[in-house]
């Protein structure tokens, strides 16, 4: 009897924790579908990039796609949540690949600087927030690549209609010159 109210207790603190955190970043931890994983690995691999970072990695499964379709780039993975940081961590010391760094850490404070790619899978009003984060701190034409939803604000250098009811679209965008960004959002730029 006692072994059932420590299996109750486990999964009220899962779903209680779990819930914490949708509430924090405002989205569950959702895979990327298969398909959608391979058209982003086939658009970084295109681009020849070194340092891929994951904004909101969830379980992992993109990242780990990404690490081993690409073995000899870095990918870092940026999870908030710790059940699916913890999942994503086992996952990688377990089975790899060795060229994956997992971070329990909230992406909106931590730099970006120095990274090729950008690859996440967050909705658009998250997207909005981020997007002054990426023009700030992420070289003009640094390549951002999101799952599903668009960045408002930006137009996509291409759009690719998936066959999938889960992820029907990837988006590929260019970080623009802060000149190009500040003129789009109508901000006068002192001289």
């Not at 931890?29 to 340092?51: F, Q, W, Y």
Request: hydrophobic share 45%.
């Amino acid at each position: 009897m006692r072994g059932d109210y420590l299996i109750l207790a486990g999964v009220l603190l899962f779903v209680l924790v779990t819930t914490y955190y949708v509430v924090i970043t405002g989205i569950s931890p959702m895979p990327s579908s298969r398909t959608s994983r391979r058209k982003i690995n086939e658009i970084l691999n295109l681009a020849g990039v070194c340092a891929v970072v994951d904004l909101g990695a969830g379980w992992g499964d993109l990242a780990f796609s990404i690490a081993k379709a690409m073995p000899e780039s870095e990918t870092m993975a940026y999870e908030l949540s710790p059940f699916p940081w913890l999942v994503m961590k086992v996952r990688n010391g377990l089975f790899g690949p060795r060229n994956v760094t997992v971070r329990r850490a909230d992406f909106r404070k931590v730099s970006l600087a120095g990274t090729d790619a950008v690859v996440c899978y967050l909705y658009s009003e998250l997207l909005e927030k981020v997007r002054h984060k990426l023009e700030a701190e992420l070289k003009p034409g640094t390549l951002v690549v999101s799952n599903v939803f668009d960045i408002p604000g930006w137009t996509p250098e291409a759009v690719h209609k998936l066959y999938d009811s889960q992820c029907p679209q990837v988006y590929v965008y260019r970080v623009p010159d802060r000149t190009a960004a500040a003129v789009a959002a109508g901000v006068g730029l002192a001289g």
